[in-house]
């Protein structure tokens, strides 16, 4: 790490790539999330544009490295301006609020929470999270009040009922990680998984530990923690083995964290580990019952095919993805938001093949299968850029509609 007075030598595009190195981001996670090209990130580090990124711009480049305010990319103190917090969609400041808000002295309500109740709405949120086309906005909308009832929850009751809340509670929040990543700033969404991780300790039970800790998994290795993130899914692949005898909620996490690791793993290039994981995750999605799924994970035959896919991206073996893509029926794939994830990936295979027409193929079906998905996701959006960049004259005014479509200027 440079010492302050190396650092004010620095120009600005120094110190953005300075900063995204030190953090362990990629330039195409960090294009995405400013909604540019990977070309056009490594332009600006090199100090190649024409014209120096707009304050607007450098306020996004800062929220997606994660800085707290501007001067750790201008050095002009004069230019001070805190960027902590961001909302990436409409449904962030109410559930921020419910998440961040401190009541020491809740009035009392004249209708008490009914833990199981209150689990069943946990569950039906999930279920909209999944088959809604529009997930943030829909199943972002019932989170305020579902977590506002669980804290409540855990305020007034007791003994068996308190523990029911904890493991509604903590299925409150392991979907606010899914609705805001990517679209909140890093502390909230850390925010979200500890108090996911939190509340299962509350409850006490180990299938709703292994959940959350799939949860807090899923934090760690966006925020390129991956050694952490696969030895926990290690540890609860562990606390469910005792377990699994019978109980298809502990079978479905244990094949889920299994196919977590898998990932995690490939992102850092350990090709053994990973098909081993997606191995052992598909020998128990054939086990289990046809139509049974955890309702966080919807862990099944279908997921752990697509992960697979996914897995072999991230061994940037494009011809492995494409291959194992080809038995996947996206139909049978039971979220809407993993659907077009789906797409996603076949786009990622195509563009390191640099078969741009595969590419916007991919990435237009899976617009249509959730516009908002592939909005909110930078890989998505830092692919429409690269499209317009590099797809040529015979896909340039598709790629430029779609880009369009997904918020991105190339």
Known sequence: MPTPDENASRAIGERIQNIRTRTGKTREVVAGLVGRSEDWLRDVERGRLKNPPTLEILLRIGQALGVRDLTEITGEHELLV???????????????????????????????????????????????????????????????????DGRRALRTLNGKERRTAAAALSGAYALSEQVLAWVADAPLLWLAADRCMSAAEIADDPVTLAAASWVLGNVWRSTNREDDAYQLTQDAVALLEPRLDGNQA?????????????????????????????????????????????????????????????????????????????????????????????????????????????????????????????????????????????????????????????????
């Open 250 to 410: 502990a079978q479905s996490l244990w094949g889920a964290c299994h196919l977590h690791g898998a990932i995690t793993v490939a992102k850092l290039g350990r090709e053994g580990d990973a098909l081993r994981g997606v191995d052992q995750a598909m020998g128990m999605a054939r086990a289990l019952p046809t139509g049974s799924a955890h309702p966080w994970t919807l862990f099944g035959v279908a997921n752990a095919e697509l992960t697979a896919v996914s897995v072999m991206v991230e061994l940037r073996k494009s011809g492995g993805a494409l291959e194992a893509a080809s038995i996947v029926d996206p139909d049978a794939v039971p979220s809407v938001d993993r659907r077009a994830r789906l797409w996603l990936e076949l786009s990622r295979a195509y563009a390191q093949q640099k078969d741009w027409l595969g590419t916007l193929g991919a990435l237009r079906t899976g617009a249509s299968v959730s516009e908002e998905s592939m909005r909110c996701h930078p890989l998505a959006r830092s692919l429409a850029a690269e499209l317009v960049t590099h797809g040529g004259k015979i896909t340039e005014r598709e790629s430029r509609a779609l880009a369009g479509r997904l918020g991105v200027t190339a």
């Open 82 to 148: 805190g960027i902590a917090r961001r909302a990436g969609h409409p449904a962030v400041p109410a559930i921020r609020e419910a998440i961040e808000s401190v009541n020491l002295t809740p009035s009392p309500s004249p209708s008490p929470v009914d833990p199981a109740e209150l689990f069943a709405r946990v569950e039906r949120a999930w279920r909209l999270w999944h088959t809604s086309a529009t997930p943030r906005a829909d199943a972002g909308a019932m989170l305020p009040e579902l977590i506002r």
